[in-house]
């Protein structure tokens, strides 16, 4: 189980096209998970879930251990099988699914709300659709500013005053992480993490680690590198522990004896589980030693698949950085999961640095937002409220196949009727699947650059 196949490489980059096996089918890969955070696709119903073009679906632990939703999850398996297949029942999605370790929700309550910097997809200033963020009292026209590159030495001053590791509201410790909920004080740890992910059961998992922010400064980062590090050998304890499948050949893995795992610790090779695939996270923030010494430690790991998480600094140019780094230095034949990142010219971009899987809430929460993808830019429904045209003539979506105009739309979103979101919600991801398809397509006859032109002609 979880063998990954490279079926297809692109000439002129990192592009590939892949399989990767999982126990509910094969994932085709580069793909995007759709971001059902308490298990359900918001705006859709249960019922409507099968008849989706959906390939890939990611849940959020935090949410769903936090808000006890978990123990339905769980309680739905009658604790027969303990990493089985729960979270597919439960969200009615018997396609490849992904949970997350609860890490980034972790940074959001801590250095995201008190440094302002919010989640990743808000730590590009541009990208905020309200019109830029205040950044620690940065007005967003100056906030802005920061991701030009042109302005890098600038930014690079200005970013060495704002640099800062105090005010964390959350208590973090080797031991884990302490934060109130509802007035309960609970402790995330690497076991706990893993825990709640085995009941869950998504056949997919990510080991805790801690998120820096892009204004945590090199010290604090490098700090809580070291601390991911040993709380990814805690989480390999815990699963070799308690996964009740059989562990093979565990002593295969690579070992170096120069490198900083204990005698005891046996690297997680591929085969450890039929069922739950353990996908590390490579951390270091915007600096390039730290996300060297973090990748090469995690190559040694022979685990299933590798995410790339944290701080991807300040600008594009940063995070096409970090993944350059990273990704030189992890094994060719593993999946590279980048998390919380889904614009789509970032897809186009990453990809072609070797990136197969990503996840982001953009295409759903957009959609709620009166945000629509389309073949011509992304599109305010308000600002079409007279046009009476459907989305996109070639959409095979629920909203477009049964011609609902942008009048429409704009009519029931004034309404607040429920089918409002339905329809907008659909349309995303029918326009996102399409695209990871078409990218998949065009990687397979090498055509990937010029697929790129023509969607960022209006996606730039
Ligand atoms: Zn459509």
Known sequence: MFEFNILSRAKKNKARLAEFNTPHDKLITPELAFVATEGELKAIPKEYIPKLPVNLIIVNTYHLWTKKIVDKIYHLSNGRDLDGNTVHDYANFQKPTMSDSGGFQVFSL???????????????????????????????????????PKRALTVKKLRQNLLFDTGNPLNISDEGVEFTFNEEKLMLSPEKSMQIQQQIGADIIFAFDECTSPLNTYEYTKKALSRTHEWLKRCVKYLQINQRTVVRN??????????????????????????????????????????????????????????????????????????DWTISNLPEEKPRHLLGIGQVKDIFDCIERGIDTFDCVIPTREARHRILYTLKGRVNVKKMKNVDEVFDKTCRCAACSQSVTFVQLAQLFSQKDPRAFFFATVHNIQFYTD???IIRESIESNKLSSLKDKYLRYYS
């Open 435 to 437: 695209l990871m398809s």
């Open 110 to 148: 801590g250095f995201g709300k008190s440094q302002g910097v919010g989640k990743i997809a808000n730590i590009f200033p541009e990208e905020d659709q309200k019109g830029g963020v205040e950044v620690l009292g940065i007005p967003a026209a100056r906030s802005r500013e920061l991701s030009n």
């Open 250 to 323: 565990q002593n295969s893995g690579k070992s170096d004896k120069s490198d900083s795992l204990s005698s005891d610790f046996r690297p997680l090779t591929s085969d450890f589980s039929e069922k739950q695939a353990l996908f590390a996270i490579v951390q270091g923030g915007e600096y390039e030693d730290l996300r060297l010494q973090s990748a090469k430690f995690m190559a040694k790991l022979d685990v299933p698949g590798y995410g790339i998480g944290g701080s991807l600094g300040m600008s594009k140019e940063d995070m096409h950085n970090i993944i």
